[in-house]
């Protein structure tokens, strides 16, 4: 079992910017596979960013290209998400995903380990 827990949420002004963390236990996290998804108020979950289990290999919604970055420390057993020039409709509960196979897939349903997700809220 795999527990993914996700930290550094907030509230944050437009064009500001912050980066979320996620921590996964386990000593298999250099072999998983790592995604970031959002649910934004009366929207459907949406993929963020995933990186495969080296990090060398990265994919970003089209939403989010140029602005956000991910990457993982497999030392640390943890990914995050640099999130730059946020936008009042970048305002969701972001939640970190855990792929059981080393390469990155853009379904949700793909992702083996949720965490509970954090809140970000960018205001106007």
């Known amino acids: 079992q795999v527990q993914v827990v996700e930290s550094g949420g907030g509230l944050v002004q437009a064009g500001g910017s912050l980066r979320l963390s996620c921590a996964a236990s386990?000593?298999?996290?250099?072999?998983?596979?790592m995604g970031w998804f959002r649910q934004g108020p009366g929207k459907e979950r949406e993929i963020v960013a995933a990186i495969n289990w080296s990090g060398g290999i990265t994919y970003y919604g089209d939403s989010v290209k140029g602005r956000f970055t991910i990457s993982r420390d497999n030392t640390k057993n943890t990914v995050y998400l640099q999130m730059n020039s946020l936008k009042p409709e970048d305002t969701a509960v972001y939640y970190c995903?855990?792929?059981?196979?080393?390469?990155?897939?853009?379904?949700?349903?793909?992702?083996?380990?949720w965490g509970q997700g954090t809140q970000v809220t960018v205001s106007s």
């Open positions: 995903a855990a792929k059981g196979t080393p390469h990155y897939s853009t379904s949700e349903r793909s992702y083996d380990y």
């Open positions: 386990g000593r298999t996290f250099s072999s998983y596979a």
